[in-house]
């Protein structure tokens, strides 16, 4: 075995993610809080209760831990519904619950990153319309400047919203997430809308801190083609990859949104990014189908993948190299700020996690300006639309007794943060099968 190490730039951030509706708990004027009454929409009919209570205040816990064990930066969101719980009120023991979050982060030395949309929607603003509604936009200022004039003490670095690509397409296309449309129309207005409201936060931000940085955190997702010499598996494949991947961050970059074979001018987003956020989770193939109920695709993973426990992810951290690639096109630093892997018995997890962050390790070497990587996530939480049924935390969660389960994962995650590199010892010590792998002779 060869013995080597793989290491970071010095002042590099290690940390994990998370997301209020997931892991606050007690949330009951959004509309997921909404969205889990209605019967059929959360897998196994799952309730989200205290997730894991941090409004309860087990954020310091588990602030903690994340400490303890060599995280100097956490990724975490406020609540809109919150801080303005109806259209004409703003909840100043809300502001001071999240300025009490960020400035723990401080005082324990690490690093907070805070994004101000990640899927939630107040009740209210869902009766408005939500971000269908012209008038959203605004809103969405007027919320960013309440929380950063409250936070920007603590916080200089700062997302907008978390993966517009998602929340729009399951929110308005496919129907998973609240409102349940699939409605192509709404689908191309809300894409508008989020950019709108992105460049008005960002100009808000630096309006009140000139020095912040600023962006969005967006979701890669590699489409392949499943069978490279088919044209109609190829122009699927580019389809996708052109309008979920791209085409949300274009617009920030050009001030033009190319959405649906639709081409919105929105000349004032143009530069409003400081850095690129990728998450980045999975590959999967592409394949044309003559079933029209199925948009004429269907999405898989090959036969002999090697998959997450619910075969929700493949294992492809070549995929993750790539989306670095994309990353690095707009030539700004990058942050990952989001990977990882459900895996409740924590078997898969370890390998997936070192074998990406090897990736990241190749991208820094090829000189890709990354500056820090957030871990999804730090405990286990509410997935969403799957509900409990997906275990993605480096602790564990008795969602009945709120105990934490200390999994493998913490100590192999915590030897990357604490050593700012990946050893072949500590390789050698949690999964010596990919020694040859990653470290060969």
Same mark, same amino acid.
């Given at each position: 075995?060869?013995?080597?190490?793989?290491?970071?730039?010095? #002042?590099? @951030?290690?940390?994990? %993610? $998370?997301?209020?509706? =997931?892991?606050?708990?007690?949330?009951?004027?959004?509309? &997921?809080?909404?969205?889990?009454?209605?019967? +059929?929409?959360?897998?196994? +009919?799952?309730?989200? #209760?205290?997730?894991?209570?941090? &409004? !309860? *205040?087990? &954020?310091?816990?588990?602030?903690?831990?994340?400490?303890?064990?060599?995280?100097? %930066?956490?990724?975490?969101?406020?609540? &809109?519904?919150?801080? =303005?719980?109806?259209p004409d009120r703003w909840d100043e023991d809300a502001l001071d619950h999240y300025r009490q979050m960020v400035r723990g982060l401080v005082d324990r030395g690490m690093t907070p990153m805070v994004t101000l949309h990640h899927f939630s929607d107040p009740l209210w603003l869902v009766d408005r319309g939500g971000w269908e509604s012209p008038e959203t936009p605004a809103l969405f200022e007027a919320y960013t400047r309440k929380v950063v004039e409250a936070l920007k003490s603590y916080v200089s670095l700062w997302c907008t919203i978390n993966e517009p690509n /998602?929340?729009? /397409?399951?929110?308005?296309?496919? !129907?998973?997430?609240?409102? !349940?449309? $699939?409605d192509l129309n709404a689908t191309s207005q809300v894409y508008i809308n989020l950019v709108k409201g992105h460049v008005l936060s960002y100009k808000a931000i630096h309006e009140i801190q000139p020095a912040a940085q600023v962006s969005i955190a967006m979701n890669y997702n590699g489409f392949e083609p499943s069978r490279p010499w088919f044209f109609l598996d190829t122009f699927l494949s580019n389809f996708m990859t052109s309008n979920f991947n791209y085409a949300f961050p274009m617009a920030l970059k050009t001030g033009k949104l190319n959405f649906a074979a639709k081409r919105t001018s929105i000349p004032e987003a143009a530069g409003t990014m400081d850095y690129y956020g990728l998450n980045y989770y999975t590959v999967q193939k592409v394949a044309f189908v003559l079933k029209p109920k199925d948009m004429f695709f269907r999405?898989?993973?090959?036969? *002999?993948?090697? @998959?997450?426990?619910? #075969?929700?992810?493949?294992?492809?951290?070549? #995929?993750?190299?790539? %989306?670095?690639?994309?990353?690095?096109?707009?030539?700004?630093?990058?942050?990952? $700020?989001?990977? +990882?892997?459900?895996?409740?018995?924590?078997?898969f997890r370890p390998k997936y996690t070192v074998q990406h962050i090897h990736q990241m390790w190749r991208a820094v070497n090829y000189t890709y300006p990354i500056r820090g990587y957030f871990h999804w996530t730090l405990v286990d939480n509410f997935e969403w639309e799957r509900g409990w049924t997906q275990r993605f935390g480096l602790w564990g969660l008795n969602v009945d007794t709120q105990e934490r389960i200390r999994r493998k994962s913490v100590d192999v995650y915590a030897r990357i943060c604490k050593e700012n590199a990946i050893s072949s010892d500590m390789v050698a010590e949690y999964i010596p099968g990919l020694l040859p792998v990653l470290f060969p002779d």
């Open positions: 075995m060869a013995k080597a190490t793989y290491s970071f730039p010095r #002042g590099f @951030l290690w940390g994990t %993610a $998370t997301a209020s509706q =997931q892991a606050e708990g007690q949330n009951i004027n959004n509309n &997921w809080s909404a969205w889990e009454t209605q019967p +059929g929409r959360i897998r196994e +009919g799952h309730k989200a #209760g205290l997730a894991c209570d941090w &409004w !309860g *205040g087990r &954020w310091k816990e588990d602030f903690d831990r994340a400490k303890e064990t060599g995280q100097n %930066a956490h990724r975490l969101s406020i609540e &809109w519904s919150r801080i =303005q719980p109806t /998602v929340y729009t /397409v399951c929110s308005y296309l496919t !129907g998973e997430f609240p409102p !349940g449309k $699939t999405r898989f993973f090959p036969e *002999g993948s090697e @998959l997450s426990p619910t #075969g929700f992810i493949a294992n492809r951290p070549d #995929g993750f190299f790539k %989306a670095m690639q994309f990353a690095n096109s707009f030539d700004l630093p990058i942050y990952i $700020t989001e990977n +990882g892997v459900e895996d409740p018995e924590d078997t």
